[in-house]
């Protein structure tokens, strides 16, 4: 289950709400050989210890990445952007299953636990760079979210690329921050474009369809409290099921009646509708 902009954007919310002006009294890691083998977390553990008896500032979130900015210059990065569990509890108890746990001073603990890709980074600000997903989602790149995120900027933009849909929307050189695969096949159907379709081609109204199927999945993802399989900062589980992805396999198109077909497209599956996705 990926946590993209709109689970991303709740977690950071509610963890501002949850920790702000709280200190840090212990930090403990767990079962995360694997994971610093493959770079999710730091090499060295013992660099976790930077958060205690630091006080938490601010929470802030951009595309799939969350910072816990702590006082004297340090930071937590979460980023379980393509599977992970962010939970807090006020009276103390933990989660069964984390890889780490941070309990605050005067009770309260906060744990992350990571199924898939992701990021787990206790990092100082002077090193904020250093780290890939911070750069992506922090320093470039547009948010959907973001003021400047326009109907022409986007006609524009799109306009200026001759790749295909996913690859100017998803991944390390999108040029949109915040959606992975999931959101995508639910944009594209909405928008009734074929994920191969590129993105130079699309005519002006075409464009104006993709950019109104961003706002629509960000926008109701968000006020759902996130997708159906996501858990939020206190258990709770989102609202929203996307319209088009794997639960469509062997389904019929409820607009046209099509049967939906499964793509292998740009490293994974996409479903789509053939009647109304051209």
């Known amino acids: 289950m990926s946590v993209e902009l709109p689970e991303a954007l709740i977690l950071a919310e509610q963890m501002r709400e949850a920790l702000l002006g709280r200190v840090v009294e212990s930090v403990t890691l767990r079962d995360c050989e694997k994971l610093q083998r493959i770079g999710f977390v730091n090499r060295n553990l013992d660099e976790f210890q930077w958060l205690t008896d630091r006080a938490v500032e601010d929470v802030v979130s951009r595309g799939n990445t969350v910072r816990v900015d702590l006082d004297e210059g340090v930071n937590l990065l979460i980023a379980p952007e393509y599977g992970g569990v962010v939970l807090f509890s006020e009276a103390g108890g933990a989660a069964e299953r984390w890889h780490l746990c941070v309990g605050f001073e005067g009770g309260g603990v906060f744990t992350v636990r990571l199924t898939s890709m992701g990021l787990i980074l206790a990092v100082r600000d002077g090193d904020l760079e250093k780290s890939y ?48 695969n999931s959101a995508f096949q639910d944009i594209i159907f909405r928008a009734g474009l074929h994920p191969k379709r590129r993105a130079a081609s699309l005519s002006a109204a075409e464009a104006e369809r993709l950019f109104n199927a961003v706002n629509s999945v960000v926008e109701e993802r968000l006020l759902l409290g996130g997708k159906d399989e996501f858990v939020d900062l206190r258990g709770r589980r989102g609202g929203y099921s996307p319209r088009m992805g794997p639960r469509m396999k062997g389904a019929t198109c409820p607009i046209c009646g099509s049967k939906i077909e499964e793509l292998k497209h740009g490293g994974g599956t996409v479903y789509l509708c053939p009647g109304c996705q051209v």
Request: charged share 25%; no cysteine; aromatic share 12%.
């Open 133 to 180: 997903l911070y750069r992506r989602d922090f320093l470039v790149g547009m948010s959907p979210l973001d003021d400047a995120f326009t109907p022409d900027w986007f006609s524009e933009t799109l306009s200026g690329f001759n790749r295909v849909l996913k690859q100017v929307l998803v991944g390390k050189d999108a040029v949109l921050v915040g959606l992975s």
